[in-house]
């Protein structure tokens, strides 16, 4: 197998002076390609911050990172570009745009990258479709429930083809029937496109359903 | 999905129209306040400019005819009839006197001007009605008895044949003349000099200024200089008469607005800029979404551009609406120039387009995952 995603002495710093926090403290990691790959660890140990890092949305102190075999140069490179057609990102919160209905909310990740419009709205339709979305094209986040917006947040991170899949906590705003409901798409998605997939979770349930399982704890990594 | 901004502002239609709201005061209410000191310029030089008179003279210590207390005896008449370098015989006596008048039950303010029919001073026809009955001598004579009356402003809804009461007297309204407010909408009241005298001045045969034509082959300035150099009494030129007046009725009195009217640029600047400013600092939790799906900065700053251009294009255009629907029903003459009007229009476009941009480009060099964690 191949590394999609590789991170060496990746480190993170917040704060200045003795208010520093050490999110990520120089952290060597591999994800291969098509894997499904669960990063677990108590609040606070540095999931989301390496996810992250990983997915160019953050930009690490320290270290390298390499994905689908591209040096990444966060300080000198437009991110946008790798983050619009090689990153799929699904947050915490879903984040979807309030003032845009559903269907739009996956449009506009289609736009950013020069998506013909007609084809654009398509592909949306299609990937809602699929998420179980047809009948709730039109409806804005506040009138989705959460199981829905993330699933939007899913269609949306699928709408540009990615090579990887970040999701962070997506089961968390969730009940125990929508979060299965949630890792069978998940599941039935990477079938459908071997997408590499990352998800950070503290829910143990869900690690049956990973290929691997990177345990965090203070920052570092304690096992793969 | 080129609506994209215009979905976000329709979302946030409140905030957008406060926003622009903030705007259109501002600029409305500078240019309120400069538009009432253009009017007050304007109407301090109107009367003084349609008297046609080169060179104004007033008694020796005055400081100007219409700055301090002047009152000059009319035998100076003949000597200005035949001085050099004025007009032979174009002196005119002049009283001009602020009054309270009481029309219709009411006190009001006005101005009176005594001058002689038909020479400087004031109107030669009125635009409605007739002009006061001149008095025969050029001195007050008790077998001259002229009648008690005025022709008033146009724009004091008096009807002819109206009378109004001036002093303990009775005067006549017999004519109209075409509008030529004093300095903050005082009407003016024409009438023969003598009865200004009667009136205002204890019957004395004195005037508060004289004016005179200077001769064509004379600058204006060089015969208001000669007078000026006779003890008993000071010349000015129209410029120097325009000046004074302007110095003593607008820019003296309207310090204090003219203080707040600089301090309500700063303050609108400052205002108009925090408030973009704000408004896009708000987004930033979009900008961070929008750029973690891939936006680029360009993508995220076109989308932010177009809604502060949009926003502050509407609110300085209402702006200027706003001043000129005001200016127009202001109990005042506000006069509100069209170059000052695209002057502020732009100055306040930019402030807003500028803070925008700060804000925008603030927003969107920091990490997504910063910015729509609201931590920036």
Same mark, same amino acid.
């Given at each position: 197998?191949?590394?999609?995603?590789?991170?060496?002495?990746?480190?993170?710093?917040?704060?200045?002076?003795?208010?520093?926090?050490?999110?990520?403290?120089?952290?060597?990691?591999?994800?291969?390609?098509?894997?499904?790959?669960?990063?677990?660890?108590?609040?606070?140990?540095?999931?989301?911050?390496?996810?992250?890092?990983?997915?160019?949305?953050?930009?690490?102190?320290?270290?390298?990172?390499?994905?689908?075999?591209?040096?990444?140069?966060?300080?000198?490179?437009?991110?946008?570009?790798?983050?619009?057609?090689?990153?799929?990102?699904?947050?915490?919160?879903?984040?979807?745009?309030?003032?845009?209905?559903?269907?739009?909310?996956?449009?506009?990740?289609?736009?950013?990258?020069?998506?013909?419009?007609?084809?654009?709205?398509?592909?949306?339709?299609?990937?809602?479709?699929?998420?179980?979305?047809?009948?709730?094209?039109?409806?804005?986040?506040?009138?989705?429930?959460?199981?829905?917006?993330?699933?939007?947040?899913?269609?949306?991170?699928?709408?540009?083809?990615?090579?990887?899949?970040?999701?962070?906590?997506?089961?968390?705003?969730?009940?125990?029937?929508?979060?299965?409901?949630?890792?069978?798409?998940?599941?039935?998605?990477?079938?459908?496109?071997?997408?590499?997939?990352?998800?950070?979770?503290?829910?143990?349930?869900?690690?049956?359903?990973?290929?691997?399982?990177?345990?965090?704890?203070?920052?570092?990594?304690?096992?793969? | 999905?080129?609506?994209?901004?215009?979905?976000?502002?329709?979302?946030?239609?409140?905030?957008?129209?406060?926003?622009?709201?903030?705007?259109?005061?501002?600029?409305?209410?500078?240019?309120?306040?400069?538009?009432?000191?253009?009017?007050?310029?304007?109407?301090?030089?109107?009367?003084?400019?349609?008297?046609?008179?080169?060179?104004?003279?007033?008694?020796?210590?005055?400081?100007?005819?219409?700055?301090?207390?002047?009152?000059?005896?009319?035998?100076?008449?003949?000597?200005?009839?035949?001085?050099?370098?004025?007009?032979?015989?174009?002196?005119?006596?002049?009283?001009?006197?602020?009054?309270?008048?009481?029309?219709?039950?009411?006190?009001?303010?006005?101005?009176?001007?005594?001058?002689?029919?038909?020479?400087?001073?004031?109107?030669?026809?009125?635009?409605?009605?007739?002009?006061?009955?001149?008095?025969?001598?050029?001195?007050?004579?008790?077998?001259?008895?002229?009648?008690?009356?005025?022709?008033?402003?146009?724009?004091?809804?008096?009807?002819?044949?109206?009378?109004?009461? !001036?002093?303990?007297?009775?005067?006549?309204?017999?004519?109209?003349?075409?509008?030529?407010?004093?300095?903050?909408?005082?009407?003016? !009241?024409?009438?023969?000099?003598?009865?200004?005298?009667? !009136?205002?001045?204890?019957?004395?045969?004195?005037?508060?200024?004289?004016?005179?034509?200077?001769?064509?082959?004379?600058?204006?300035?060089?015969?208001?200089?000669?007078?000026?150099?006779?003890?008993?009494?000071?010349?000015?030129?129209?410029?120097?008469?325009?000046?004074?007046?302007?110095?003593?009725?607008?820019?003296?009195?309207?310090?204090?607005?003219?203080?707040?009217?600089?301090?309500?640029? !700063?303050?609108?600047?400052?205002?108009?800029?925090?408030?973009?400013?704000?408004?896009?600092?708000?987004?930033?939790?979009?900008?961070?979404?929008?750029?973690?799906?891939?936006?680029?900065?360009?993508?995220?700053?076109?989308?932010?551009?177009?809604?502060?251009?949009?926003?502050?294009?509407?609110?300085?255009?209402?702006?200027?609406?706003?001043?000129?629907?005001?200016?127009?029903?202001?109990?005042?003459?506000?006069?509100?120039?069209?170059?000052?009007?695209?002057?502020?229009?732009?100055?306040?476009?930019?402030?807003?387009?500028?803070?925008?941009?700060?804000?925008?480009?603030?927003?969107?060099?920091?990490?997504?995952?910063?910015?729509?964690?609201?931590?920036?």
């Amino acid at each position: 197998m191949t590394a999609i995603i590789e991170g060496t002495g990746l480190t993170k710093r917040f704060g200045t002076g003795e208010a520093t926090v050490l999110a990520v403290d120089a952290v060597d990691v591999q994800i291969e390609e098509s894997e499904l790959v669960m990063i677990m660890g108590d609040s606070g140990c540095g999931k989301t911050t390496l996810i992250s890092l990983l997915g160019c949305i953050l930009t690490p102190d320290d270290g390298e990172l390499r994905i689908d075999g591209e040096a990444i140069d966060p300080v000198s490179e437009d991110l946008s570009v790798i983050r619009r057609e090689k990153i799929g990102f699904v947050f915490q919160l879903f984040h979807l745009l309030p003032y845009l209905t559903a269907l739009e909310n996956v449009m506009v990740a289609m736009d950013i990258a020069k998506t013909n419009t007609r084809e654009a709205e398509s592909r949306a339709i299609e990937l809602l479709t699929q998420v179980g979305l047809v009948d709730r094209l039109h409806h804005r986040p506040a009138q989705l429930s959460g199981g829905e917006k993330q699933r939007v947040s899913f269609a949306r991170a699928l709408a540009n083809r990615p090579k990887i899949i970040f999701a962070d906590e997506p089961t968390a705003n969730l009940d125990s029937r929508q979060s299965d409901n949630l890792m069978h798409l998940i599941q039935e998605l990477r079938r459908e496109y071997q997408t590499t997939i990352a998800i950070v979770t503290h829910h143990e349930g869900l690690k049956a359903n990973a290929d691997r399982v990177i345990q965090m704890k203070d920052g570092r990594i304690l096992n793969t | 999905m080129k609506t994209l901004f215009l979905k976000d502002m329709r979302y946030r239609q409140a905030r957008v129209v406060l926003t622009a709201l903030g705007i259109t005061v501002l600029i409305s209410l500078i240019l309120l306040l400069g538009g009432i000191m253009n009017g007050m310029r304007i109407q301090a030089r109107q009367y003084v400019e349609s008297t046609g008179a080169d060179v104004w003279i007033s008694a020796e210590g005055s400081g100007g005819a219409f700055i301090g207390f002047s009152m000059v005896v009319e035998e100076y008449m003949a000597f200005l009839n035949s001085a050099p370098g004025l007009t032979a015989d174009s002196a005119s006596p002049l009283v001009f006197a602020q009054a309270r008048p009481t029309v219709r039950g009411k006190s009001t303010k006005a101005i009176v001007v005594g001058y002689k029919l038909g020479q400087l001073g004031g109107p030669k026809q009125a635009v409605d009605g007739r002009m006061f009955t001149r008095s025969n001598f050029e001195d007050y004579r008790p077998e001259d008895p002229v009648p008690y009356e005025v022709v008033v402003d146009e724009k004091m809804g008096l009807e002819i044949g109206e009378q109004i009461t !001036l002093g303990n007297e009775k005067v006549r309204v017999v004519g109209k003349a075409k509008s030529l407010m004093f300095v903050l909408d005082t009407p003016l !009241l024409f009438m023969d000099v003598r009865i200004a005298q009667k !009136l205002l001045l204890g019957n004395t045969p004195h005037v508060n200024m004289m004016i005179a034509k200077a001769s064509k082959n004379e600058q204006p300035v060089r015969a208001a200089a000669d007078l000026d150099a006779l003890e008993t009494i000071e010349a000015r030129t129209l410029k120097q008469t325009l000046g004074d007046i302007i110095a003593y009725y607008v820019d003296e009195p309207m310090k204090a607005v003219q203080f707040l009217r600089v301090m309500l640029w !700063l303050a609108a600047g400052i205002l108009v800029g925090m408030i973009t400013y704000v408004t896009m600092l708000e987004k930033t939790q979009e900008i961070g979404v929008l750029k973690a799906i891939g936006a680029a900065n360009s993508y995220v700053m076109g989308l932010l551009l177009k809604q502060v251009v949009l926003i502050s294009g509407v609110g300085v255009i209402l702006g200027l609406i706003l001043a000129y629907i005001f200016a127009a029903a202001a109990p005042i003459f506000v006069a509100i120039h069209l170059v000052e009007s695209i002057i502020v229009a732009c100055i306040s476009f930019i402030v807003c387009c500028g803070s925008g941009y700060m804000a925008a480009r603030k927003a969107i060099t920091v990490d997504p995952m910063i910015a729509f964690r609201g931590e920036i």
